[in-house]
């Protein structure tokens, strides 16, 4: 008979103590983004007492989508033993309920210092050079001050910029579209940050 993903977590049960249930929890929650490395999966796999290491990848799907939820969904930290369907034994149940709330506080404060911090535009002016007998076209001039809000107090930066008119509008649609590219990349990384 096929177990159900929740029929993998009785592995945890193999585990020596609470503080290795909880050590995977905390290194599964820092390599939410690189995913676990060989010597880290071979760690687990002697915690648990596992032969096969193909037994590991269910239990870690689960363990994972459960501290999603306490993380990533607005999940108050007396609703998380509700997240447990009746098959979880109550024990574990119990367990994994007292460490995901010890947490996830903890996590929620990491996820708010994971995003990425952009430079963003605090103010841009530009003015149309006066035409000197040497120029043949007339030139823009642009400045962009640009604030930093990771770095104080000297987080800002200032560029100028010589263009000719005509690739003025080429580089303000350049620069409206790397917004739009950032800010799609920003919204993708919030949503894949676990």
Known sequence: MERTLWG????????????????????????RKSGLDADDRRLICEMLQLQNEADLDPLLVCLRMLIRKCVYENISKNDIQKLFPEEVLPELQRLLTLLLQKFQREWRDDIHTDKVSLPRLKAMTWNMA?????????????????????QAPQ????????????????????????????SNLVGAMAQLSF
């Open 8 to 31: 993998h977590l009785p592995l945890l049960v193999r585990a020596n103590s609470k503080e290795s249930v909880e050590f995977i929890l905390q290194t599964l929650w820092k390599t």
């Open 130 to 150: 006066t035409q000197d007998t040497e120029m043949t076209e007339p030139m823009a001039v642009i400045n962009l001050k640009l604030q930093n809000d990771t």
């Open 155 to 182: 987080g800002e930066l200032d560029l100028k910029f010589q263009l000719a008119k005509e690739t003025l509008d080429t580089m303000l649609n350049s620069m409206y579209s790397i917004r739009d590219q950032l």
